[in-house]
């Protein structure tokens, strides 16, 4: 489904991302994992065409994509979740859902989606009228991915879910992907807690300085002596 092939990401004189080529199949999760300033987020801003990439190909779904205008990433079906939620505070919960079927007109289909939203997040059901700025940081994170979803995407970019939040919210936003990749969604997840991320997903890709240096299966690489000293703590 996506095709990424040596892509380059830079800022200023500082190459953030280099030569990196990876893909992922339809219907799977994959994990991108790396320390911080890897060239991770880099590398999803530049497939969700919110930066520029300076080298490189990105294909999706047998399309290029690598110059098209941002705003036009969402209607061919790539919604991404930002690192740091990204939700519009002004703005209450259904509002926030609302924007993120602002490409759609089938308006019974918005309607169900909605309540399909609310039925994996029923906090943000009970807090609809409430502005998404005076949410906790994981009701919060609860928003911005149901907000992506209300798109209706084929490809779901997670860029950091676990971040700043509890155990016990990190769990729950985690049985929410794990829920909706059950059903079918295609997913590329971004996450500093690499157990977590590998245990996720089918596949994964770690990422040092802004390269691709190790992938394979996601219960190869948590079984791989580099991974378990560098990522796992172990």
Request: proline residues 3%.
């Given at each position: 489904m996506l095709e990424?092939?040596?892509l380059h990401v830079a800022y200023g004189g500082i190459q953030a991302v280099r030569n990196v080529t990876f893909h992922v199949n339809e219907g799977e999760t994959v994990a991108l994992i790396g320390a911080n300033g890897a060239g991770k987020t880099s590398t999803l801003k530049a497939i969700s065409r919110v930066i520029d990439s300076t080298g490189g190909d990105i294909h999706f779904r047998s399309e290029?994509?690598?110059?098209?205008?941002?705003?036009?990433?969402?209607?061919?079906?790539?919604?991404?979740?930002?690192?740091?939620?990204?939700?519009?505070?002004?703005?209450?919960?259904?509002?926030?859902?609302a924007m993120g079927a602002f490409v759609r007109n089938d308006k019974a289909a918005i309607a169900g989606d909605l309540e399909h939203v609310y039925g994996h997040?029923?906090?943000?059901?009970?807090?609809?009228?409430?502005?998404?700025?005076?949410?906790?940081?994981?009701?919060?994170?609860m928003l911005a991915i149901g907000r992506a979803l209300m798109s209706r995407p084929k490809l779901l970019l997670l860029d950091e879910?676990?971040?700043?939040?509890?155990?016990?919210?990190?769990?729950?936003?985690f049985e929410v992907v794990r829920a909706v990749a059950a059903q079918g969604m295609t997913i590329l997840l971004i996450e500093q807690n690499a157990k977590l991320a590998l245990q996720t997903s089918q596949?994964?890709?770690?990422?040092?300085?802004?390269?691709?240096?190790?992938?394979?299966?996601?219960?190869e690489l948590l079984d791989d002596p580099k991974v378990r000293a560098a990522y796992l703590g172990e």
């Amino acid at each position: 489904m996506l095709e990424v092939t040596g892509l380059h990401v830079a800022y200023g004189g500082i190459q953030a991302v280099r030569n990196v080529t990876f893909h992922v199949n339809e219907g799977e999760t994959v994990a991108l994992i790396g320390a911080n300033g890897a060239g991770k987020t880099s590398t999803l801003k530049a497939i969700s065409r919110v930066i520029d990439s300076t080298g490189g190909d990105i294909h999706f779904r047998s399309e290029k994509i690598t110059r098209i205008a941002s705003h036009d990433i969402i209607r061919k079906g790539i919604a991404m979740v930002p690192e740091g939620r990204g939700v519009f505070p002004r703005l209450t919960v259904a509002e926030n859902l609302a924007m993120g079927a602002f490409v759609r007109n089938d308006k019974a289909a918005i309607a169900g989606d909605l309540e399909h939203v609310y039925g994996h997040f029923p906090r943000l059901k009970e807090r609809a009228a409430q502005l998404a700025g005076t949410l906790s940081g994981g009701e919060q994170q609860m928003l911005a991915i149901g907000r992506a979803l209300m798109s209706r995407p084929k490809l779901l970019l997670l860029d950091e879910p676990s971040m700043g939040l509890a155990p016990l919210m990190v769990q729950k936003i985690f049985e929410v992907v794990r829920a909706v990749a059950a059903q079918g969604m295609t997913i590329l997840l971004i996450e500093q807690n690499a157990k977590l991320a590998l245990q996720t997903s089918q596949r994964g890709y770690v990422m040092e300085s802004g390269e691709i240096t190790l992938n394979g299966e996601a219960a190869e690489l948590l079984d791989d002596p580099k991974v378990r000293a560098a990522y796992l703590g172990e």
